[in-house]
Structures are given as C-alpha cells and as structure tokens.
C-alpha cells in the first residue's frame, strides 16, 4: 500500500466513532436495500421462476410418438407421459427455468408437433403449467410476457433509485467527516500531500467502510428477511413458493455496490474540490467551514441583551436564546445538511417496504386466491355401502398430516360426499393424498383420485401484514440506531463549543435548551420527510386495490415511526448530556475529532 | 492577609492506558485578593493543568480549591457556573474563541450570559486598550494570532472578575504589543483584580508580587 494511504487507515482507527457512526448509517442503509431487494426479488422469483421450476408445461392428448417428437426438442429438458382414458398428456420441464422465455419455448414445442396437433391447445389457450391446479394465471401469454418485461425492467430500475438515494444519504455522512477534518487537509497540503492523495485517502476510506458494512448488512438482512418470513408463513396454508422465497439477486446486489462506491466517491471528489481549492491556509483554517451568513443576520439582539443600557435585561428567560440564534443563522448549511441527513433516515425504511411492493403490485392484486382458506377438496364417495362414513373413518382421516378439515357436503341414502381441505404444500399434499387413498380402500370407499382448489377471493393480507410489520419494526430499529449516532456525533462535534461557554458562564441546564432548540430546528425535516412520502404512498397504494386495512397500516406505520425518532432523539441527548456533565471541562474542551 | 485563593493537596494524574502521568503534584499555594502572581517553568510541567484546577475547569484527583473561602467542589453545578462567569476570567494558551462568533460578540459572550450587562463605555473601555477596534466584526478565522489573543483577553475582562487566570497571555505578541498587554493587565490589578497568570517571559514575572516555579507538576514558591 502506498505509504500515505496509510494515513488514511489510522485516521479511521483513531476516530472510531466518526467512522463507526459512518459504517453504521452504510450497514442501515444496506440493509434496507438488501431487505427491498430480497424482498421483490424473492417474490418475483416465486412468481415467475419458481413457478417454472415447481410445474411442467403440459399439453394434452397426445400419442408416444408425439412425445419422442417433443424430446427431440432443444429446448426441452424432460418428457413424462400420464395416461387417462386413452389421452397421453406431456408433463414437459424445459432446460431453463426462466419463465421469460416459457412462450418461445411453448412455440417451439408446439412447431415440431404436426399441425392438427398443435392447433386446438393453442387457440384454446390450453398451454399452461399446472400450478398445483391453480390455472388461469400461467397459460395466458400476455401474463407471461407483462411480467416479465416489469420484472427485469423495475428490478433495475428500483436498483438504480435505491442505489442513489442510499447514497445520497451516506454522502451527507461524508460530508460530515470531510467537514470535520478540513484543517487537517489544510495542514497535510502544507506538508507537500497532493489534492489527489486526499482523494485517494478519501476513497480507500469509503472503500473499507462500504466493506465493512456489507459483511454486517448481508448476514443481518438474510435473517431479518427469514425470520420475518418465518413469522408471516405461520398460519399460512398455501403453497409456500407461491408466496415468497428467500433469494438474493447478487446480481442486483454486485451492481447497487458498484453503483455507491461511483456514486459516493465522486461526491466526495466534488466535495473536496470545493474544500480544498482556496490557498492552503485558508484551508486550514477552514473559513468556509462556518456558512456565515454574515450581513443577513447582525446579532442585533445579541448586543442589545449584552449591554446593559439598551434593554432591560429579564433574567427569568434563557440568556443563551441569541446565541443559539446566532449559531443556527450562521451555521445555515450545516443544518441543512444535518436536516437532509435526517430526511433520508426517515423516509428510506418506509420507502423500502413501499417500493418493494410497487412492482409487485399487480400480482399481489392477481395472487387473490391465496390465503389461509385455501385448500385442496376432496370429494369422495360412498358408493359400496349404503351406510354413511363411518366416526373411526373420519377420525382416522382426519389424523393424517396435512389434512385441514373435514366436511360432508352432500349427503343422501346413497351416497355422501366428503370434503377434505388438505394443506396445499406439494410434499405434504401427496403423502396425504396417499394416505387418503389407503384409507378408502381399506374402507371400501370411492375416491375420485381428482382434487381442485377451493379459491377464496381475499387478499393474502396476514401474510404481507405480518411481513411488512415485521420489516418496519425492524427497519425502524435500524433507523432509530441512526438517529441516535446522529444525534451523538453532532454532540460530541459540538463539545468543545459547549465546554467553552461553560467556561464563560453557561449552566448545564442551558445546554438543554440548545438541544432543544436543535431538536426544534429539525423539526421541518420530519415533517418534511412525512409530506414527500405519504401522499405517493398513498398513490400506489390506491392503485393497488389494497383494502383500507393496508393504508391505515402505513399511516399508523409513520406515527410510531415519528414517535419512536422523537424518544431515541431524547434518550440520546439525555444519554450525551449525562457523558458531558461527567467529564471535566477541560476534557471537554479539547475533545473533538 | 485576605486569601482570595487557596489550594491545597491539588492532585492531577492522567492515566492513559498502562500509562500514568502526574500532571499535578500535591500542590498547595494561596493568592491574596490584589495579588499577582506568576507561575513560570518548563514546558510539559503541569502549569496549564494547574490553572484548569484552579478554575475548577477540571477536577483535581485530590486535594481542594477554594475561592473566597468557598470549597469549590463543594458548590452546585449552577452555582459554579454563575461563579465562574461572574468571578473569573480565563484566557487560554490557545484563545478558544468561539468560530461562529464575531470578535464582538466573542468579548460580548460572558455579559450574555451574566444577570449584570456590561456597559457600553467599559466595552469600548476595553477594545480601546486592547486597540481592536476596528477588527470587531470579524471572525476569529480571519483575525491575526495576536488579534485573536486581544480579543481572548477583552472577553476575559468584559464581566470585571475578580481573578483573571491567563495562560500565556503574551505568548503569541511581540514585544511592544506584549508590553502593552501587560502593562494593562497591571493597571488592572492596581484596580484591586487578581491576576494569577502563566508566562515564560521573566521580565513579566519580576513584575509579579509572588512568583512561584513549577517543575515536573511541583510547585515552589520563589
Ligand atoms: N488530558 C491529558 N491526558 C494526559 N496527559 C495530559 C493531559 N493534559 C495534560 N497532560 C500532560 O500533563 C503534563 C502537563 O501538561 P500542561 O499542559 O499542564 O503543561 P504546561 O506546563 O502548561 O506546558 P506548556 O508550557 O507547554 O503549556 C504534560 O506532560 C501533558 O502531556
Ligand atoms: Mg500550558
């Protein structure tokens, strides 16, 4: 390594909590994007991939050398016949699973069989996969094809929006850093360092904190998102890959953390230019530093309070109000960037659970026919004697795994049917339709052998519910920790200013009310925060044909979300002010970073 | 003989790590109200520790300060800080101006905070002595180092303490302006301030009533 790089790397060892705070914002960041991308990309997958690896392509009546012939295809994988009644129908799994390419692989397929094969199934619509019986959704072409034209479209597209708005986030960070150690840029310029040098130093440092952060960001994430599909899949009887699979796009990972380090580090380019282009000593002095806004605001009031003849003084109220003033009119930018900082905390959780969703909106509206009433019916008859189903029967029935309910449903002299609500997963379904089976024949029952879907028309609310619940708390966790590292570095950055004013005179009590003060000028960033999000949230929202339930979710989402800020800003100036009461102010006065 | 200052037993170790300095060493000295007394010595021997004690800016390790009779450690925090804006001016070895302030409003800082404003004529009083007077919109970035040293000690000076601690004062002047420092830090103490002040210039020293000695955080008393 290049010998003044090294500085770079005990620059970041000695201020540990400048850069702990800078890593944690990056993991927080991270982790909600990974948690987005996990999130849409594992439920597209279920969709469209995994539907393609679950269920085979199936055509009808067929002969065997109709089979051979769709063999002999390239594009085919494997061939299985199934017999009924004279019909040979094709299961046939093609050698990539994709489901964008399903249509051109149907064509092909359908091309080499002859024509009065072909013709009838394709303008009946009847290439479909056998989606656990669920039909309909799969063998439409222009499904096929819309789906999968959004899917690849919005995966990187919503990419390269997350990628800049975490950025953007993180860059405010850096600013932070860069702001803080501008005299020392100075001081290292005066020694002969080349602006380049900075930048280089600069950018390793990003480098290894972009690093760092993404070996905490990634485990997190997988787990989050496991635990919080874990939870949401409890009382869930449907296919689980219908839902949701845990699977990480590392393709769209690999690029968001390219796209970050571009991006960041040409802010950061931008930013020490601006630095570092005056003459050398005023870099280290760092006169730009203080945003003074210098003829807009004089102090006027400040005089007037310190002398004595101009006003009388009314010493119940706070002595430090101008000063305060003061500082936040000069220091304009700062607080700006502060703010914006802030704004960027706030909204990217809530826009991580709502842009993840945004994409899939059409098919969470098309995925009605899945939740917890779903189930397999089972009709079977008892036609070999007279006498209804006997108690030890349907006891027996209803002990085998997998079965839900039982429910007879006609019932005459003759005959009784019986429906079974049987859990839709794939492995359990079989073994207990086999189990069923075994039963009837021991029992002389007839078993139809077919079963169909009941389908209820709601929304798959618990299941989003739970996991977009779980996700918030979570994100809002990650969010707060932000905060409150915010909330810790700016003090900390503001201790030797405070000490010094103890030295003139300040009671600790005061110290409060510029915190307060503080607290009250980031206000607007809140609030701000709330307005750009919730009227577009609201948008998709409506678009989405979701129940009021979801909104008032997300409303109810934003307040505890603004309570939970509002405590951790609290706690944290609590927390800092105790850590500041309880050193000396001469320690004080010469911590900085 | 009225003790405006006394300390005793003052203890100051520093602990880094493994580490242990003993900045401060048992000292004990008393100022009398009026009196000016310098603390000279090497560099590194505990002379900014022990004013920083003095002013209750740290806490000792051991040992008790008191001014006018009042055991600081014993006062509330409060309490303390009315006391230091009322009763104690401070300069610093290195200024400690606030960044964002003008000159004006630095020297103005401590009347902010006071229940006594100061008046305007002591102000210009002040910056006419210290010859800053057209330099007071400025900020510290862009005053010189001896400009920025004046307006430390105008600030120091602003609420009329009773004891002014300095620390190196002139260390950043020239000659004549360090003169001139030190010759209105004496009319100052002819007006009955104490001055208990830092310097390794020894003509300033001679001019002091007592004039102690520090060594390795030992205090003696010449
Ligand atoms: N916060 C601290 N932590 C550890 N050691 C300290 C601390 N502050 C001061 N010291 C050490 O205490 C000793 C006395 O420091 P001090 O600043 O009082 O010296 P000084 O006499 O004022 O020197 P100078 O004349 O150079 O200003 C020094 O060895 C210094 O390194
Ligand atoms: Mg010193």
């Keep these: 390594m290049k010998t003044y790089l090294s500085y770079g790397v005990r620059e970041m060892v000695k201020r540990k909590r400048l850069f702990l705070f800078i890593i944690l914002s990056f993991t927080s960041v991270m982790i909600v994007g990974l948690n987005t991308g996990i999130f849409m990309y594992g439920f597209l997958q279920s969709r469209i991939e995994q539907a393609g690896q679950d269920y085979h392509f199936m055509l009808g009546r067929l002969d065997e050398s109709d089979l051979e012939i769709i063999r002999s295809v390239d594009c085919v994988e494997s061939v299985r016949g199934e017999e009924v009644s004279g019909t040979v129908t094709a299961y046939i799994i093609f050698k990539d699973d994709f489901a964008g390419k399903f249509k051109i692989y149907a064509e092909e397929v359908l091309e080499a069989l002859d024509p009065w094969e072909r013709i009838p199934y394709y303008h009946n619509e ?69 602006k380049r040098q900075v930048f280089m130093i600069n950018l390793l440092q990003l480098f290894i904190c972009e690093a760092i952060s993404f070996f905490i960001a990634f485990p997190i994430s997988y787990i989050v998102m496991e635990v919080s599909s874990h939870i949401a899949k409890k009382n869930l009887y449907s296919l689980e890959s219908n ?237 707060g920790i932000i905060i409150f590292l915010l909330n810790t570095y700016v003090f900390s950055s503001r201790k030797p200013e405070f000490a010094l004013i103890r030295v003139l005179g300040l009671k600790s009590d005061e110290i409060k009310k510029i915190l307060m003060r503080d607290s009250i000028l980031l206000l607007p960033a809140y609030v701000l925060s709330m307005i750009i999000y919730y009227p577009i949230m609201f948008k998709f929202f409506m678009m989405g044909e979701f129940d009021l339930n979801i909104f008032m979710y997300i409303i109810s989402f934003g307040i505890i979300q603004a309570a939970v800020f509002f405590a951790v800003s609290l706690l944290s100036y609590r927390y800092n002010l105790r850590r500041f009461a309880k050193s000396s102010i001469s320690e004080n006065l010469n911590k900085s970073y | 003989m009225d003790a405006l200052l006394k300390c005793e037993n003052l203890v100051k170790i520093f602990t880094q790590g493994e580490k242990t300095i003993y900045a401060v060493k048992d000292c004990g000295m008393t100022v009398r109200k009026g009196e000016f007394a310098a603390i000279t010595g090497p560099s590194g021997s505990g002379k900014s520790t ?92 862009e005053l010189s180092g001896g400009q920025r040293q004046r307006v430390a000690i105008a600030r120091a000076l602003i609420n009329k303490p009773s004891v002014i601690f300095a620390d190196e004062p002139t260390g950043n002047l020239d000659r004549e302006n360090s003169a001139e420092i030190i010759s209105l830090m004496m009319s100052l103490h002819s007006q009955g301030c104490t001055i208990i002040m830092v310097t390794h210039d020894m003509d300033i020293a001679s001019k002091a009533d007592t004039v102690y000695r520090m060594t390795d955080g030992v205090i003696l008393k010449l």
Aim: net charge negative; hydrophobic share 45%; with cysteine.
């Design chain 2, 50 to 141: 022990l004013l920083n004690l003095m002013a209750y800016l740290d806490t000792p390790t051991s040992g008790n300060v008191f001014i006018n009779g009042k055991n600081l450690s014993e006062l509330k925090d409060d309490e303390l800080s009315e006391f230091r804006n009322a009763e104690i001016g401070f300069i610093f070895q290195d200024f400690n101006l606030l960044p964002i302030l003008s000159a004006k409003e630095n020297i103005l800082m401590p009347s902010l905070l006071s229940k006594n404003p100061v008046s305007r004529s002591y102000f210009n009083e002040i910056i006419e002595l210290l010859g800053i007077g057209d330099r007071l919109e400025h900020l510290p970035s």
């Design chain 1, 243 to 479: 839902l949701f699979i845990v699977k990480i796009p590392y393709a769209d990972v690999l690029f968001a953390l390219i796209f970050m380090f571009a991006f960041i580090g040409f802010g950061i380019g931008l930013m020490l230019k601006a630095k570092l282009k005056m003459p050398i000593n005023y870099v280290i002095k760092d006169i730009k530093n203080i945003n003074v806004v210098y003829s807009g605001y004089s102090g006027k009031k400040f005089e007037q309070l310190a002398f004595e003849s101009e006003s009388e003084k009314d010493t119940s109220k706070s002595s430090i109000a101008p000063y305060i003033n003061i500082y936040n009119k000069r220091n304009f930018y700062g607080i700006f960037y502060e703010s914006m900082c802030r704004i960027f905390i706030m909204v990217l959780p809530i826009a991580a659970v709502v842009t993840s969703i945004f994409p899939l909106r059409p098919m969470i509206a098309s995925t009605k026919y899945l939740n917890q009433e779903d189930c397999v019916v089972i009709d079977f008859i008892d036609t070999f004697n007279s006498n209804p189903i006997s108690e030890s029967v349907k006891e027996e029935i209803l002990s085998v795994n997998g079965v839900v309910s039982y429910r007879p449903e006609v019932s005459n002299l003759t005959n009784e049917t019986v429906v079974l609500h049987i859990n839709l997963d794939p492995d359990l379904r079989d073994s207990a339709l086999s189990e069923i089976e075994m039963i009837c024949d021991e029992n002389y029952l007839g078993f139809t052998n077919r079963y169909q879907i009941t389908r209820n028309i709601v929304t798959q609310s618990s299941y989003y519910f739970t996991l977009y619940i779980c996700e918030g708390i979570f994100l809002t966790i990650c969010s």
């Design chain 1, 126 to 194: 009847k290439i479909y996969y056998d989606a656990a019986g669920v039909t309909g959704f799969w063998f439409n072409p222009i499904y096929m094809e819309s789906y999968n034209y959004n899917y690849l479209d919005i995966s990187i597209l919503i990419t390269i929006l997350f990628s800049f708005a975490a950025s953007a986030g993180v860059l405010l960070c850096f600013h932070i850093k860069i702001s803080s150690t501008t005299t020392e840029y100075g001081i290292l310029s005066s020694l002969g360092m080349k």
